[in-house]
């Protein structure tokens, strides 16, 4: 059986991550969401593959390429315009014959979840589809059941409307017969893969598989720092053998040390941080709860917690990111107390002495004058004087 | 400039010749055949063109587990059928495939048809099977064969030969490369491992003068009659990066790998904090100290390499440094052999030209450094010292990431040499370390413009001709981003120190010639927009490649170039490799392989 896997999206509520990288390829641990997502597809007994791919799409050919390093073997189909999962699938369709696996490759999910759907859909005809439980169902389609058979499914339900907590997990067992479906299907903007699963379950012939396990999606910046921490707390950080920490610097795991990083004396790096390739650290500087990506150069004496430092950012000595919880908006929904110390985007260049508020979300490409003081959201590549 | 690919083993030769001849097609297509030996028969499919052409002749399946395969790049003789490899003696019981030149071909030729041979080809090759087929016609076995024939050949060559009444596979390697595969299932020979790499990574490297016969017992190597052990090593390419990964062309692969190839350049080569390398080469102190020139040779793109390291080499470094073209080159007066280091530099390490220089400097006595992306090259092997560029492997013609590798690793050895000499504070050693630190962030974000540099690309492709201005360092980036739209574009491209402009070039230049320009630090831009503005007056269209703002009112386009200190004109190479792909794309071109071009020049 393959896997189609949609990786075509951008993930705009991750701006300013996503500008220059499709959420799929937000580093976890040092490793792209998306290898999370194929190493359970593979732990699951899969190694054919097919991605969708679309927005960035060079990101994600350049890390996978086509898969040996995976054992597995990648095909890609693109999906030109982002008009939706259901389109997106679409794509996949001269790449696929017989039953197949679909599922999202920006979630982590636990293996067992694929296995379970290959096995259901060994033994039905109908469409599987993999429901899970979570805290804030309003962001996710929403299943209602009548006992054990899902009977709808409500994409982003206003709060009130929410009466379950059973959410569609995005991984389904299909057939060829899904894309008929879904060039049946009628849509008004974009076409989702659950488009045609609604009627299927209106008609009471979708099969559904629930699982408990491990199932951790990046919906905004701040999930990014718990997802790290989660993984890095599961799994352990990788530490690459040409990592260098200073004898006289602390490493304090969980943590990933990326290829050719660097801690320089006195530094300390404290538990759920990741820091990517050929990141330097300071002297002095301490870094706790973090996402530093690839590049990222972090000043002597810079003191960095509960942030994501975006790829070939840097941040000047004595710089503080303090940490802790804040209200960030985000489309101008206010989220109350998210624990985002802040958030440099890629390239961005930090001087000395700055201070980052809480919840501060400074774009790509932004300069920001020694001993500025920075708060709330800032433009790419917008320069903020001290003032 | 060929490659060829041999098999021998329990699985069906034919896929195995096939596909291995796909993954060689870099070194040559105008011509490609293969032929399988059966017991009683050795059959033969060969034709002009690509590999595609070939596969059509080829039967759907064969039972033979032996055979040799060849592309071309043609040499001696035009790419026709009949020239094409292999090529067999009249009765077709023995066929051979080439690499190289066989040198005296004519007299042997003459002789031959003296003796009452007929010949169906123009090419250097075909005596070989007939004189095989003289050897074996006294009674002598394959293997002794080859060796009587090679005895009366002069020239450079890998050879692969298959007989009717031989179970195996000879081979022969004499101033060409040819590597050796060994696995469980079977024995390979090729130019290259990327020919087998999908079936096996275990390899060893025949020297000169070495007979290989293939057999079902496995590998035999003799050099002058006697028995020799070459040590086999496992080869870490990945084979995903032979293949194409999502991308239409290699060229465009490649160009996007650049930020991980180059962290591969330098990892673990760096000392930040002492301001210094480690490189693992063991020149011995007193001859560094002693050193007053370094003389880099090189061709095409690893030329100027060599021209961007010679800047560095004299501002850093404070050595003395000049660049050669390898096949201009001769060891001149005027310089005390021991005293010279001469640095070849060669991407894939078997250029014929630079081998041919670097020989003569080491004839001539002076001390010999490789820079090269291949592991077990005859350059790497022949000098006295070598230095990998890891970029790992590169399969379009057109260099890029390789480019990019080049100058990193020479800008490591200008450290390395400026702080043995003690001629380069650590403090400007830092910063060009974290200058190359910061390589790949910097190429990223340039490979974050793709959009603006394919649109750039699509305004002025249809241009008469393109002019490329840079000084300083900017000046062998304009002669590498002319190179490359000449060669995938097949337009008309120079490259030239903007000053040179006013001095002639500057009559070509109309509002149909478009003008790239270098303006980042390290090449002098304040002046380089003088002459920016000369051509901007007379109507040409301009696009800069710029670390800062000024005179942006003269520039039709502004590719912004990250801030990098001297390695900024290397990132807005990065921007002209993209340029130049588009603009080729645009047109329909072979990107991956450019007519008339070869991706390794094994012949001068």
């Known amino acids: 059986m393959k896997a189609v896997v949609l990786v075509a999206g951008e993930g705009t509520r991750l701006r300013p991550l996503t500008r220059s990288r499709p959420k799929p390829m937000l580093p976890v641990a040092n490793r792209p969401l998306l290898e999370h997502v194929v190493e359970s597809v593979h732990e699951a007994g899969i ?55 679909a599922l999202n490759g920006d979630r982590i999910v636990d293996p067992s979840a694929v296995t379970r759907v290959v096995e259901t859909r060994r033994t039905v005809e109908n469409s599987v589809m993999a429901v899970t439980r979570v805290d804030d169902p309003a962001d996710y389609g929403v299943v209602a059941f009548e006992g054990e058979r899902a ?71 701040w999930d990014l720092i718990s997802v790290n921490g989660t993984v890095l707390d599961r799994f352990e950080g990788e530490r690459a053998p040409s990592a260098s ?32 390739n050929n990141v330097d650290i300071g002297a002095n500087a301490v870094v706790s709860n973090a996402v530093v990506m690839p590049d990222a150069r972090i000043g002597d004496g810079a003191v ?54 809480p919840g501060s979300v400074l774009g790509n490409g932004t300069r920001v004058e020694s001993g500025s003081t920075v708060d709330g959201t800032i433009e790419d590549d917008a320069t903020v004087r001290r003032g | 400039m060929c490659g060829i690919i041999g098999y021998t083993g329990d699985d069906d030769a034919l896929p195995i010749l096939a596909d291995g001849l796909e993954n060689l097609e870099y070194r040559g297509y105008d011509s490609a055949g293969v032929a399988l030996r059966r017991t009683g028969s050795v059959d033969v499919y060969k034709c002009a063109g690509e590999i595609s052409a070939l596969r059509e002749r080829l039967p759907d399946a064969s039972d033979a587990t032996t055979g040799v395969g060849h592309t071309r790049w043609s040499t001696h003789g035009e790419p026709t059928d009949a020239n094409a490899h292999p090529h067999t003696d009249e009765a077709g019981e023995v066929a051979v495939v080439h ?66 009444g031989f179970d195996g596979l000879v081979a022969v390697r004499q101033d060409s490369p040819l590597v050796v595969g060994l696995s469980d299932t079977g024995s390979f020979i090729a130019s290259d491992v990327t020919a087998f790499i999908e079936h096996t990574r275990e390899v060893c490297y025949p020297e000169d003068g070495d007979r290989i016969v293939l057999t079902d017992d496995g590998v035999d190597i003799e050099n002058d009659g006697e028995r020799v052990e070459r040590p086999s090593e496992r080869v870490e390419w990945e084979a995903e990066a032979a293949e194409k990964g999502g991308y239409d062309h290699y060229m465009l692969k490649e160009i996007h790998e650049q930020p991980q190839s180059l962290r591969q350049t330098v990892s673990g080569r760096i000392d930040e904090m002492a301001g210094d390398v480690d490189l693992d080469l063991d020149l011995p102190a007193e001859y560094l100290d002693s050193v007053e020139e370094v003389q880099l040779v090189a061709c095409g793109t690893s030329y100027h390499a060599a021209l961007y390291a010679k800047r560095l080499l004299e501002e850093l470094a404070d050595v003395r440094a000049s660049v050669e073209i390898a096949s201009e080159y001769e060891f001149g007066g005027g310089r005390d052999p021991w005293r010279t280091l001469v640095v070849a530099v060669t991407q894939s390490g078997e250029t014929a030209d630079t081998l041919s220089a670097m020989r003569q400097a080491s004839r001539a006595g002076a001390r010999t450094l490789a820079v090269t992306n291949t592991v077990g090259s005859t350059a790497a092997r022949e000098a006295d010292h070598a230095l990998y560029i890891r970029a790992g492997p590169e399969i379009g013609v057109a260099a890029t990431k390789t480019f990019s590798s080049q100058v990193a690793t020479l800008s490591l050895l200008t450290v390395y040499l400026g702080r043995r000499r003690g001629d380069l504070s650590r403090e400007r050693a830092q910063t060009l370390l974290e200058n190359l630190r910061g390589f790949p962030g910097a190429i990223q974000r340039l490979l974050d413009e793709e959009d603006t540099l394919r649109e750039v690309a699509a305004e002025y492709a249809d241009g008469d001709a393109f ?37 002639g070039p500057l009559a070509l230049v109309t509002p149909e010639t478009p003008v790239l320009a270098v303006l980042t630090k390290g090449s002098n831009p304040e002046a380089t927009l003088n002459n920016v503005k000369e051509v901007e007056s007379r109507g040409a269209p301009v696009i800069g490649f710029s670390s800062h703002e000024a005179g942006e009112k003269y520039l039709d386009t502004v590719v912004a170039v990250p801030e990098l200190g001297l390695l900024e004109p290397l990132v807005a190479n990065v921007g002209m490799q993209l340029f130049a792909y588009y603009v080729a794309d645009g047109m329909g071109r072979a990107i991956d392989k450019p007519r008339n071009l070869a991706k390794s020049v094994t012949v001068e």
């Open chain 2, 99 to 164: 690499n190289g030149i066989i040198e005296n071909y004519d007299e042997l030729k003459s002789a031959l048809e003296s003796r009452g041979h007929e010949f169906e080809s123009e090419t250097d090759t075909e005596v070989v099977p007939h004189l095989i087929e003289e050897e074996l016609d006294d009674g002598r076995a394959l293997p002794v064969a080859v060796d009587r024939v090679v005895d009366q050949l002069s020239g450079s060559f890998a050879l692969g030969v298959v007989s009717e």
């Open chain 1, 151 to 221: 009977v709808s499914i409500t994409e982003k339900p206003p709060a009130h409307g929410v009466t379950t907590n059973v959410i569609n997990a995005g991984i389904y067992g299909l057939d060829r017969s899904m894309f008929d479906d879904l060039r049946g299907a009628e849509a008004d903007g974009e076409l989702g893969i659950t488009t045609p699963l609604r009627a299927h379950a209106a008609r009471g012939d979708l099969e559904t598989v629930r699982f408990d396990g491990l199932w951790l999606d990046v919906s905004h910046l």
């Open chain 2, 467 to 503: 002019f490329f201005l840079g000084r300083r360092l900017g000046t062998p980036v304009a002669l590498e981003g002319a190179l490359k739209l000449k060669e995938i574009a097949y337009v008309h491209a120079e490259g030239f120190a903007a000053g040179e402009l006013k001095h």
């Open chain 1, 304 to 357: 960095l917690r509960d942030c994501i430092v975006g790829e070939n950012a840097a941040v000047g000595p004595n710089t503080t990111i303090e940490g802790g919880e804040a209200d960030v908006v985000v489309d101008g929904v206010v989220h109350e107390d998210v624990r985002l110390g802040g958030v440099v985007g890629d390239n961005s260049d930090i001087g000395g002495a700055v201070t980052v508020e």
């Open chain 1, 245 to 276: 920490v200073h004898r006289d610097a602390t490493v304090v795991g969980p943590v990933a040390l990326g290829a050719d990083v660097r801690v320089r004396p006195n530094a300390t790096v404290l538990p759920g941080t990741a820091l990517g």
């Open chain 1, 47 to 101: 190694d054919e593959f097919v991605f969708v791919v679309g927005y960035e799409r060079e990101r994600i050919q350049n890390h996978f390429g086509d898969g040996d390093q995976w054992d597995i073997d990648i095909e890609y189909a693109v999906q030109e315009k982002q008009l939706g999962t259901g389109h997106a699938l679409l794509q996949a369709e001269p790449y696929v014959d017989g039953a197949f696996v």
